[in-house]
């Protein structure tokens, strides 16, 4: 039977070069970029034998830490269905546990797993060359490989259990964003570190924290031992117990889909559903849904997004003519995204135009609506803000004003949010309707709508006005004033954006009918 599961398995690859000339052209290309990388990878390790043990054991572990937690996401961001589901055996009548030692037997055979495979075996010639015995190297290459293989045996059972009827283009692209959060900011930050034939202290206690974990252990292992580190035989445990542990959930897990039957659903119960096929079914996941559709396809809120870094790239230029350092100068686009991505919303209803109706005929909560509407602005503000904030300090120089920086961003864009929710329901003014040109003069200008926009604005920079002069005092002398104007950035945006979120339920609430006046009217 393995060796069944085995030439199936080979076949499946093999015919991936088959049928559609299109798909075949995109798998070659494909397995070229991995060739192509996986060589670069396997050479640069190699140029590090005569490097120092701890810069070794540095590049080692961070590399294949951020392999196995890749082999670990994949299985959740991609939406291609497993070819070896143990649902597809349930008619065979396998025993359940060599089933499961059969499908990961199987799961060693794919690209991807011989890639890593040529990294670890140059992870273990690296480290010969250091004088590690070549028993360790070869543990390191079993653990650390078959780590890899359990892991998105695991992630892909657990996908296909509670992910399945969700799977959609929009859930897709929001692992992508909560990968991006992370990894864009990491990699500039490491980017940013001057090595000198030393590893940086940051990198040495991240390197330490790995080691201790399922991800880091195997690959810690030999550069431990390089080391003479007591530490070895605990990163050697970790792997072992970790490896053990993956093995028992995917037994469970091969039991579970075997013996669980499955939902019966419709075809059409979530096909085409967009966003409204991934977020919750109550009254905020509704109106988030709803307002993620207007976000992404009305051209009037799509010109307010391309608006946003328009506007942050020119306002440095003044500065600049004006004489202030270009790294001071470049500090602000960052700020101004912050302070107007909280500040779009700020007449949200307003585009709703006669649909407001729906919201207060069935009498949904203000905090339902208040909140549903802020979550395609923070859909786009925290990924953006978390890539822009580490490469605005990366071009400033100076790491130490990280904390302060993002105290000053996070103070800005949630008071601002805090404040158009309460502008959103209190004092709406005209815009263009559904299907007109952004640009055309709505029908109805009072002087409401300045007054939103300035107190709005102006209000997130008065509230974040203690933030900005700690930060300034942080970067002209003390520097331990950084993490205070953090903590103060933090604490100022999360109660304002709180507070305003109350007012702002309370206000629409109350304010239904003559809300329901101004969409008629306007």
Known sequence: MAAHVLRLRIALLVGALRGDTGRATRVVIGLIL????????????????????????????????????????????????????????????????????????AGFVSVPIAALLAFAIAGAVLWGAHGVPWAAGAVSVILGVATCVLLARVCMALTSLFLRDRRSRELTGLFVL???????????????LEWDGTVPSQLSEAVDVLALTPFGAAWAFPGLVAQSDPGAGLSLAIAVLSLALLGLLWWWLVRRLLTTTERPTSGRERAGLGWFGVAPGTAGGAIAARSLQYWFRDRRYVMNLVVIPIAAAVAPVPLLIAGV????????????????????????????????????????????????????????GVPLLAVAIPVSVAVYGRWMLLPALTGVC????????????????????????????????????????????????????????????????????????????????????????????????????RRGSRLMEFAEAT
């Open 325 to 380: 350092p270009p790294e001071i100068a470049l500090l602000l686009p960052v700020l101004l995204a912050a302070l107007f991505l909280g500040w779009l919303p700020h007449n949200d209803l307003a585009y709703d135009s006669t649909a407001v109706w729906m919201h207060l005929a069935s009498g949904v909560r203000g905090l339902s609506d208040r909140v549903g509407r802020l979550v395609p602005v923070l859909l786009v």
């Open 410 to 509: 996070v103070s800005l864009f949630f008071s601002a949010l805090g404040l158009s929710s309460i502008s959103s329901a209190v004092a709406p003014y005209a815009v263009s309707r559904p299907g007109e040109s952004p640009f055309q003069q709505p029908q109805r200008v009072g002087s409401s709508g300045a007054m939103a926009q300035t107190l709005v604005m102006f209000g997130a920079i008065a509230l974040t006005a203690p933030v900005l002069w700690l930060s300034w005092l942080a970067m002209t002398g003390d520097a331990d004033l950084a993490t205070v104007a953090l903590w103060w950035g933090v604490g100022i945006g999360a109660v304002v954006f709180a507070v305003g979120i109350g007012l702002g339920s309370l206000a629409f609430e």
């Open 34 to 105: 991995l060739v192509t990388a996986t060589v670069a990878a396997c050479w640069a390790l190699l140029t590090l034998r005569d490097a120092a043990d701890e810069v070794a054991l540095a590049v080692t572990v961070l590399c294949g830490s951020a392999i196995t937690l890749g082999f670990a996401l994949a299985p959740v961001v991609a939406a291609a269905a497993d070819p070896l589901d143990p649902r597809r055996f349930a008619l065979l009548d396998i025993p359940h546990g060599r089933l499961a030692a059969v499908l990961v037997l």
């Open 178 to 192: 909560a990968i991006l959060v992370v990894v864009v900011p990491v990699g500039v930050f490491l980017a940013s």
